[in-house]
């Protein structure tokens, strides 16, 4: 574990218990952070959680579902009375489906906002208080290169995480004088559960994700880890100069 600044902080990540989100718990961890394994899929959570313990860490499991605001709440309430006031959030926690937008209904568009956009509004307005008091806190939403540029058959999804990347500017315009720093990280086609539940529901799930790769100029679809390992590094004490940044961890899919 870390003996840095970094020790001892306390992290929650929403959408812990697996994919990327999961690499993001063990990657805090490592650098040193008690973290809050947030997620609706509570088996998943408590074994990212014990896989943290048993390397000697400090890491606890906690349901929470993003789109219900009661549930944050009593969740951002666990984690305060066990652990203490977030310092460190990472909203991880996404859903989408491949959909022409014309195939959509509203309810469809609820949930896609209510899980991508409205999720990280309510844990970010849940612990924005305690890091300004504080003095100190990192916040990274995990945006996506649909956000930039545009995703066909992600057309809700991809409104709504450019809907985080704007709101996270502002947020870091907000708090940039109060040690607080707000930044996203973009995700390109990555090796994940959720990826592999998108490209299954469709009829060419092998071709889908074959073309994902050959739009990469690397050739192949990311790693969780290596998305995590941008996200550990804007949520440190040396990244407290960085604010307002959308990163993207793509293979060079999206450069700007």
């Known amino acids: 574990m870390s003996d840095d600044g970094n020790a001892d902080r306390v992290a929650l990540v929403t959408g812990g218990g697996r994919g990327i989100g999961r690499e993001i718990c063990l990657g805090l961890a490592r650098d040193g952070r008690r973290v809050a394994v947030a997620d609706l899929r509570v088996p998943e959570a408590t074994d990212t959680a014990a896989a943290i313990n048993a390397a000697g860490g400090t890491a606890i499991a906690v349901e929470m579902d993003v789109s219900d605001a009661d549930a944050v709440a009593a969740g951002l309430g666990s984690v305060v009375d066990e652990l203490g006031p977030v310092e460190v959030l990472v909203n991880c926690a996404g859903w989408d489906e491949l959909r022409p937008f014309v195939t959509t209904d509203e309810d469809f568009w609820d949930r896609v906002i209510e899980i991508n956009y409205k999720g990280p509004l309510r844990?970010?307005?849940g612990c924005l208080?305690?890091?300004a008091e504080a003095g100190f806190g990192r916040i990274v939403n995990i945006g996506s290169d649909a956000g930039r540029v545009g995703s066909s058959g992600e057309a809700v999804y991809a409104g709504a995480k450019g809907g985080?990347?704007?709101?996270?500017?502002t947020i870091a315009r907000e708090v940039a004088r109060r040690g607080i720093t707000a930044n996203v990280v973009c995700p390109g086609p990555t090796d994940t559960p959720l990826l592999e539940?998108?490209?299954?529901?469709?009829?060419?799930?092998?071709?889908?994700?074959?073309?994902?790769?050959?739009?990469?100029?690397?050739k192949r679809i990311g790693q969780p880890h290596e998305v995590a390992a941008a996200v550990v590094f804007l949520c440190s004490e040396?990244?407290?100069y960085i604010t307002g940044q959308t990163l993207s961890?793509?293979?060079g899919l999206t450069m700007a």
Do not use: H, L
Not at 200 to 209: E, F, G
């Open 129 to 131: 208080g305690a890091m």
């Open 164 to 169: 985080v990347i704007a709101f996270t500017k």
């Open 197 to 218: 539940e998108i490209a299954a529901a469709t009829d060419t799930s092998d071709k889908i994700i074959g073309a994902m790769a050959r739009a990469v100029p690397m």
């Open 123 to 125: 844990t970010t307005q």
């Open 249 to 251: 961890v793509s293979g």
């Open 238 to 240: 040396e990244a407290g």
